[in-house]
């Protein structure tokens, strides 16, 4: 049987979308007769609670410590009031110098990976990021214990949505030291990943001598199994799930839903769920807290829960709500889209940059792009009359397409992509 060394800093228990795709090749390699060993944090510490949600062998996972560095202790002890400017410092200091020193909150990861691969052999290594400091150990590793490596990308490590928004002289000087450990790093790499087309290319373009390869997210379609309906009897439901940014993409739906339940005659009916958003206290947080407060009655605000519990909510929700911090057409989707398709829900998807172009199914009544307040309005009353006339509606994505978005799919391209090219060279 192959073998194939995962680094990933996020897994779970951990229930985050970073830990959700090594997870998904942790489970699912095993089909395609690849034996995976996962090298992650002990999350255990602070996620006791999660541990049944996920199917865990910790003999094929193997938890370096959770190191803290001086910034991380400080605000520990002294709370994010006190020597904010000291805990930058030391933030920027670290960032920088983690490329060519033994230091940082992951370099217990690298340590973890080398001790393994000290007593055990593997086929391949895959670093999965953020963080890319991760593609540096791999890199390392891969050297030291002659086995090749792959660099899957969550995100573009250089020209990511972040640093678009954010384009000042401290944000390039970044960009360009980045840029520069990329390039030394990857001079060994097998191949790249990442998880959409648009950034595949992307990144492909700044290392066009390498071989690359779309690895979508995808979606566990296991979660959906035995979902038990949290809704009211003739309840008419919008649902969002997951983190939100630091964008201003709130202020369309909130005016849009307004003006939808202002002329509702029977507004009792109409519920929309906010899960899990509270891990980030921003401008669109902000905006939710607010909504709520105009309509007490409509609007609720849920903490964190399984994927299997927020299953229950989105695959008996109307609409399924999705924000995109950034333009769609630039490739951004969004990792709960692949989610929300396959409950064959309608999915409202309002992007922080107006534009309605989307490689989502494009044509297709499986997404709706919203890009003003109207949109979003004319949307929700749409689907309000049909469900009003007892019609509920379904996209018309087929079951081929939902096992093509699934994560089974995608780990079996990955396992072909990694041992089919390598044959070949």
Request: net charge positive; hydrophobic share 40%.
């Amino acid at each position: 049987m192959k073998s194939v060394l995962i680094l990933a800093n996020d897994f779970p228990p951990k229930n985050s979308v970073g830990a959700e795709r090594p997870y998904s090749w942790y489970k699912y390699f095993k089909k395609q007769g690849v034996k995976p060993i996962v090298i992650t944090k002990n999350w255990n510490i602070d996620f006791l609670n999660n541990i049944n949600d996920f199917e865990l062998d910790f003999t094929e996972i193997f938890q370096a410590p959770i190191s803290n560095d001086r910034s991380s202790k400080l605000l520990r002890k002294y709370g994010k009031e006190k020597f904010s400017f000291l805990r930058k410092i030391f933030t920027v200091f670290y960032h920088y110098c983690q490329y060519f020193l033994p230091v940082g909150i992951h370099y217990s990861l690298y340590q973890e990976a080398n001790q393994y691969l000290n007593n055990n052999k593997v086929d391949f290594i895959i670093a999965t990021g953020e963080p890319f400091i991760l593609f540096k150990y791999a890199s390392k590793l891969s050297r030291k214990h002659n086995v090749n490596w792959l660099a899957d990308y969550r995100d573009d490590w250089i020209q990511n949505h972040g640093r678009t928004y954010n384009n000042n002289i401290f944000t390039k000087a970044f960009m360009l030291y980045d840029r520069f450990w990329e390039k030394k790093y990857l001079k060994n790499v097998f191949g790249i990943t990442s998880v959409s087309d648009y950034l595949v290319n992307q990144i492909s373009r700044r290392n066009s001598e390498i071989k690359c390869e779309t690895i979508e997210n995808g979606v566990d379609l296991d979660v959906f199994n035995n979902t038990i309906s949290p809704f009211k009897a003739n309840e008419f439901s919008i649902v969002y799930s997951g983190v939100l940014y630091d964008q201003d993409y709130l202020s369309d739906f909130s005016k849009g839903f307004t003006n939808f339940i202002s002329i509702l005659n029977a507004t009792e009916k109409v519920h929309v769920y906010f899960i899990g958003i509270e891990v980030l206290v921003n401008q669109a947080t902000k905006a939710v807290e607010l909504l709520k407060l105009k309509f007490p009655n409509n609007v609720h605000v849920l903490p964190k829960m399984s994927q299997k519990k927020v299953a229950n909510y989105q695959i008996n929700a109307n609409i399924l709500l999705n924000f995109i911090a950034g333009d769609p057409s630039k490739g951004l989707i969004g990792a709960k889209s692949y989610v929300y398709a396959a409950t064959k829900k309608p999915i409202l998807t309002i992007p922080s940059i107006k534009n309605s172009n989307s490689p989502f199914f494009p044509g297709r009544k499986i997404q709706y792009v919203a890009t003003s307040s109207v949109d979003v309005e004319n949307f929700i009353r749409e689907i309000y009359i049909e469900f009003s006339n007892g019609i509920i509606r379904k996209s018309d994505i087929t079951e081929q397409e939902i096992f093509m978005l699934s994560r089974e799919f995608n780990a079996n391209k990955m396992t072909n992509f990694i041992f089919n090219y390598a044959n070949q060279m």
